[in-house]
């Protein structure tokens, strides 16, 4: 299934997209997706009513409505630094021994199209795009890979849109740079883990005004999504419903000589395979 949450910021109704031009309106079963659907079983739970729904032909349209993040604010967003080679490369840093951790603001998260504020005081507003984990289940302590992999709910895009003077030149701090409000679009789907094959090999891509900065592939990650949530396990715990940012392939704009920031009216247009696509305009402070 593809979950979805459509409608205004604040009020966006559950829904499972069947193509391009349609959804099943899922409102009336479901107040959210949230920690308590993803900790009750609720995926289980919905697969049966969006199949005889479809089946019935019980169909809406999308009709330009807004798309929402397709999770509800999670209890945290975990993030992943330098998870891949490369990236690592071009930031001048070394490819690390275990995966780097820190926290972006739950607050952050918003919708796929929505618009990102450039903060104030920002001079280096930087762009990545991620590959989202989302948890299924309170977890702890997992004591293998396969029970990673059935912890996770599903996967999907998101932009860890980054303030690099904020992170790199404010105390080494990185939350300080990837917490400003709208950091985080995420969508414009969730999809099951049953509807993607092989999570290790995805393309993604990233575009600035037309322009392409980014072209990557999520097996040259250093860190798998099973590695991750299994070592993240380990030392806090994983509820259901939280966002997992696990890091982002070359391109970035720090990585540019000379570097390339975001400015207010540039519009940043990015994807993965299976997962959709993203498009946010840029906007100034406020």
Known sequence: MYLMRIGAPGAEKPAARVDENTYVDLSDVVTDFDEAFFGSGGIDRIRPIVAERIAAGELSPFNGERIGAPI?????????????????????????????????????????????RI??????????????????????????????????????VVNDVSERAFQMERGGQWAKGKSAE????????????????????????????????????TKTMIFDPYFIVHH?????????????????????????DPQVWLQPG???????????????NVVGPR
Request: proline share 8%; hydrophobic share 35%; aromatic share 6%.
């Open 232 to 256: 993240l396990s380990q030392f806090l715990v994983l509820e259901p419903g939280d966002l997992i940012n696990t890091g982002t392939p070359p391109g970035v704009g720090m990585g540019f």
């Open 182 to 217: 709208t950091f985080n679009p995420a969508g414009p789907w969730l999809a099951t883990t049953d509807e993607i094959g092989d999570v290790r090999d995805l393309e993604m891509w990233l575009d600035v005004n037309g322009v392409r900065r980014q072209t990557g592939n």
């Open 72 to 116: 509800a604010r999670p209890h945290q967003i975990l993030c992943i630094g330098l998870n891949y080679s490369d990236h690592a490369a071009e930031t001048g840093q070394a490819v690390p021994d275990e995966p780097i951790l820190f926290t972006k603001s739950p607050n952050t998260l918003i919708g796929p199209n929505d618009d990102v």
């Open 119 to 156: 903060p104030r005081g920002s001079t280096k507003p930087d762009w990545e795009v991620e590959l989202g984990i989302v948890i299924g289940r309170r977890t702890s302590y997992l004591d293998s890979l396969d029970r990673a992999r059935d912890a996770i709910a599903g996967y999907l």
């Open 266 to 280: 540039d519009v940043m247009e990015l994807g993965i395979q299976h997962l959709g696509s993203q498009r946010q």
